[in-house]
């Protein structure tokens, strides 16, 4: 009697939780043209916790109080969200990614130096991500994207000393999302399997990789392995 009570309780404290769990929904767009940006990498800086959204750019994520949320996209700048009392009053969070421009000469820098699409864009997102924060404040919505303007001053949060060493740790935090980005595909993906669009996009954010496990599995073919033995557990899960 004594045990069951105690799985009980354990269940109580479980529903409970779930219930008082918050969440943020919106929508992530092109800031130039506005058509919604599919498979946007949505991640809570706090949690680690990644989701993508959806063919509208539909996103839905678990938050709380004063927690930072970072959009990325391939071919697109960083943005960030400072999860507030404001931002939890929105019905709809509505982001706009600008994309990354290049100038000839950077695109020339970049083919003598042989760096792939991935290393150029994230030479330029680095070069842009310093030049906004400047005097080390980031914006909540970076200038340009979202036309909030909104900065966040990480010495409220960590003191003067350590943010830079905060800062620098946040862009790789941002890069590394991009990272798995450009080596985890929908593209891919669809290439070597038949999912329809639905399953696809819930296959490539059930299974989406660590940026650990892609930096020691360097190749496509590696990927092709990981995503063979994941449609296996994909199918079971789906039979069930």
Known sequence: MKYLSIIFLSCLVSFSFAQNKIFVAGTVKDSISGSPLSF?????????????????????IAVSLNQLLSFAYVGYNFDTVLVNEKILQKDTLHLLLRPLTKSLAEVTVYSNMKFSAYQSDSLKRRNDFFQTIGDYTLPVFSNGNSGSG???????????????????????????????????????????????????????????????????????????????????????????
């Open 150 to 240: 909104i900065g966040l001053n990480l010495d409220r949060f960590y003191g003067r000393e350590k943010r830079k060493r905060k800062i620098i740790d946040l862009f790789d935090q941002m890069e590394q999302e991009q990272y798995i980005n450009y080596r985890f595909t929908p593209a891919l993906v669809n290439k070597y399997t038949t999912l329809s669009t639905d399953s696809l996009s819930l296959f490539v954010q059930q299974y989406r990789p660590s940026y650990t496990w892609l930096r020691k599995h360097t190749e496509e073919e590696d990927v092709l392995y990981y995503i063979n033995d994941k449609l296996k557990l994909f199918f079971k899960r789906k039979e069930k």
């Open 40 to 60: 946007a990498s949505i991640t809570n800086i706090s949690t680690h916790q990644t989701v993508l959204s959806d063919k509208n750019g539909f996103f839905k």
